[in-house]
């Protein structure tokens, strides 16, 4: 099984601030189809999963452009390049490359 | 705009059965993989079960395998998850994802 490995655990941040968070996956997830299925998703208190980023760096429609998401084979990033009041919750990547789909074990983004 | 509602949760006894189901709109069901993720309390998202648009191929990883059964009938664009022989550990929030989009989610409680 591919081990997504998400740091840091926990991030503390004030508004405007940027944040960065990084996923490291245990074999790469570059797929046969030339594509890898890297994503992110955001869990606001209370709320179900929402969808921000797919295949390492598309946002969404509805998501800011001030959320990016970076990398390659068996590394990624997703940053904020200023966090605002409604970003806070638990930012999870998963990846839809290889069977079982596997997910970090989640980054808790706090405002200060 | 593009719902998924989730119904069928509850509390259950160990080894016992339950069909949670899942109404899609907004989106051409019919052209979709469907899958099944789940989140036991205060824990991370786990993937349960996923099935091809056409219903024709099913994924399971080990901890469900043989005990649950996924099906979707795409002229009622819905999604099913039959769980048999139910455990303590299964636990949790069950959402349904187009994987772009989730549901609210439904709780199973498995316990005497």
């Known amino acids: 099984d591919v081990v997504m490995t998400q740091t840091p655990v926990s991030l503390s941040l004030a508004i405007g601030q940027p944040a960065s968070i990084s996923c490291k996956s245990s074999?790469?997830?570059?797929?046969?189809?030339?594509?890898?299925?890297l994503n992110w998703i955001l869990q606001r208190p209370g709320q179900s999963p929402k969808r921000l980023i797919y295949?390492?760096?598309k946002l969404y429609s509805e998501v800011p452009d001030r959320f990016s998401g970076s990398g390659s084979e068996t590394e990624f990033t997703l940053k904020i390049s200023r966090v605002e009041a409604e970003d806070l919750g638990v930012y999870y990547c998963?990846?839809?490359?290889?069977?079982?789909?596997?997910f970090g074990s989640g980054t808790k983004l706090e405002i200060k | 705009e593009v719902q998924l509602v989730e119904s069928g949760g509850g509390l259950v006894q160990p080894g016992r059965s339950l069909k949670l189901s899942c109404v899609a709109s907004?989106?051409?069901?019919?052209?979709?993989?469907m899958t099944w993720i789940r989140q036991a309390p205060g824990k991370g998202l786990e993937w349960v079960a996923s099935i091809t648009n056409t219903g024709g191929s099913t994924y399971y990883p080990d901890s469900v395998k043989g005990r649950f059964t996924i099906s979707r009938d795409n002229a009622k664009s819905t999604l099913y998850l039959q769980m048999n022989s139910l455990r303590s550990e299964d636990t949790a929030t069950y959402y349904c994802t187009s994987p772009a989009y989730w549901g609210q989610g439904t709780l199973v409680t498995v316990s005497s």
């Open positions: 074999q790469s997830l570059l797929g046969t189809s030339g594509k890898t299925f």
């Open positions: 295949q390492v760096s």
């Open positions: 998963w990846q839809g490359t290889h069977f079982p789909l596997t």
């Open positions: 907004g989106f051409t069901f019919n052209n979709y993989w």
